[in-house]
């Protein structure tokens, strides 16, 4: 039978129609059914997302069909993937990838390696051990293993301090500081993204600010950034901020600085003028951006409880110094009595049932996540005479040194990212439940909870800001054309569940985790797949 010419119309059309439901998959993956936050920060939407190539291709009504592998992400939220703005190091994924377990199961897509120590570069007894020496060299062996994560790296400050002068309290000679500056210049060309500093420990405290300056130019030449846990966050919170916004400026650096906090009860009053440095100095033209993670307790090694004049001769004079009783009466005077420097022990009010202790090892092994307090009661001793044999040794002190309202006021800050200030944990070495529980803890406590922050804003924060901090253009963000990092969780679910007694329980209500279009992370397994990448600075001649 002839068709009428409008008949002949109508079922082309049909046909033109259906097409795209009938053809063969032309994308890898599509993710279906989900409620995109798409870290811009505008409100979320429904849409379906597809992934080609390791790039988002399309978003918008997208038949499952279309991919070669359908995600459901009914009920959920699809969003860019986080970036941890400090997590120490990448070295671990040389060895297991799945050390990654405890990042991809908060959701993170790409890890800001580095602090005052890096990976990179090594000394020779340390490169012989490692396999590696120079930060190009690190890189590669990161590549040949596979990453099951993106990471970026700052070199350490701390890093090159020791290798050429020593964990001693002396400046450097020009000789020295030539030498430190060739290491920053090679791990610059090599694709870092900055120098970073970490300067309450010794003993990069020991080094002054134009010696810091001077190392943070090289960087500023290859367009990298300032990264610093600043010299202070209590009581000269505030000239710390200033010392670390005039490195920026001499440098010709962008400024960030790692997990902002005002500690002690004395200082919390401060945290409103912290923030409104920040913001004036971005008035003026200045790039700085800060972090946080959400606690209240802070981490550090617990001999950085003890002034660092102690320890201007290294941590081996320091270690001989706790044998001898006069030694250790006048380091408790000072902790119970000094003021003008970061007094930890006087952030925690001087109470030992406020410091919280880990990574502890015999006698004291079965009380981990315990505090001084505690410990000395169950075991008879005075709290003096545990916190000096925990010095000893590589203990770990969590001081709870830090309010709510201020972490809520610091997270509201247009320019704030999160960390976890942990790094791969998955064989217990985190201690602190921010390794397992941060980003997690952001969505559950202070959007689902209390409100502080909207689901859009902290997405945004957690990946668009903090992908901008690093230099990763093409991510924190869902866009065709972008890499395709992708978390799906449940915004109603989603928790943190470490504690300071069990910092390894895992987190929930994350679904899926994906690295550059690969699934890494689904129903609560790293999946081991490698599809990370080393993502290298402006910096990096190849």
């Not at 580095?114 to 396999?131: F, M, N």
């Not at 660092?308 to 250790?328: I, M, Y």
């Not at 390894?504 to 999946?527: A, D, R």
Request: hydrophobic share 45%; with cysteine; charged share 20%.
């Amino acid at each position: 039978m002839e068709l009428t010419p409008m008949l002949r119309i109508v079922t082309v059309a049909a046909l033109v129609w259906s097409a795209p439901v009938a053809a063969q998959a032309r994308y890898d993956i599509v993710i279906h059914g989900g409620r995109v936050v798409d870290g811009t920060g505008a409100p979320w939407f429904s849409a379906d997302l597809a992934i080609q190539d390791g790039k988002i291709a399309a978003i918008g009504r997208i038949p499952s069909s279309a991919g070669r592998r359908a995600l459901d992400a009914s009920g959920k939220v699809v969003a860019p993937g986080f970036v941890d703005m400090m997590g120490q190091t990448a070295a671990p994924f040389i060895r297991d990838p799945a050390t990654a377990f405890n990042l991809l199961s908060q959701g993170i897509t790409t890890l800001n390696a580095g602090e005052g120590a890096s990976d990179a570069p090594l000394s020779d007894k340390e490169a012989a051990e490692r396999g590696w020496r120079t930060m190009r060299e690190y890189f590669a062996k990161l590549e040949q293993a596979g990453l099951p994560m993106n990471m970026v790296q700052t070199i350490g400050h701390t890093q090159v301090r020791e290798i050429v002068i020593g964990d001693v309290d002396r400046q450097a000679t020009t000789a020295e500081l030539d030498r430190m500056r060739a290491m920053v210049r090679e791990a610059m060309e090599a694709g870092a993204i900055g120098l970073s500093t970490s300067l309450i420990y010794p003993p990069a405290i020991y080094a002054s600010e134009s010696e810091i300056t001077e190392l943070a130019k090289v960087a500023g030449e290859y367009g990298g950034r300032y990264f610093t846990h600043m010299r202070n966050e209590g009581d000269r919170l505030l000239e710390a901020i200033d010392e670390a916004l005039r490195i920026g400026t001499a440098a010709k650096t962008p400024v960030h600085i790692y997990h902002l906090k005002t500690a002690g009860q004395g200082n919390w009053g401060k945290m409103d003028l912290a923030l409104a440095r920040v913001h004036a100095a971005r008035a003026a033209g200045q790039q700085v951006g800060v972090d946080v993670y959400p606690y209240v307790n802070n981490g550090l090694g617990i001999r950085a409880l003890i002034h660092p004049r102690h320890a201007a001769a290294g941590q081996e004079a320091l270690l001989k110094k706790l044998g001898d009783p006069a030694a250790r009466a006048e380091i408790r005077r000072e902790m119970e009595t000094v003021g003008g420097w970061e007094n930890w022990f006087a952030h925690a009010g001087r109470d030992w049932d406020r410091i919280i202790v880990a990574r502890m090892q015999a006698p004291y092994d079965g009380y981990n996540g315990q505090t001084v307090a505690t410990i000395a009661k169950a075991t008879g001793k005075d709290p003096w005479e545990v916190f000096f044999d925990l010095c000893r040794t590589d203990a770990a002190a969590m001081p709870q040194s830090m309010s709510e309202a201020n972490k809520i006021k610091a997270m509201q800050a247009p320019f704030t990212s999160f960390d976890t200030d942990a790094g791969p944990a998955a064989f217990g070495w985190a201690v602190h439940p921010r390794g397992y529980g941060a980003f997690p803890r952001v969505f559950a406590r202070y959007v689902r909870d209390l409100g502080a922050l909207s689901l859009e804003a902290a997405v945004h924060k957690a990946a668009a800001v903090a992908a901008n901090e690093v230099a990763a253009y093409d991510r924190g963000k869902l866009a065709p054309g972008l890499a395709a990092d992708v978390v799906v969780f449940d915004p109603l679910t989603i928790r943190d569940r470490a504690t300071f007694a069990e910092p390894s329980l895992p987190s929930e209500g994350i679904s899926l985790v994906l690295v550059n279009g690969q699934v890494v992370f689904e129903n609560g397994k790293y999946t081991g797949a490698k599809p990370g990448r080393v993502l290298r600075g402006p910096g990096y001649r190849p």
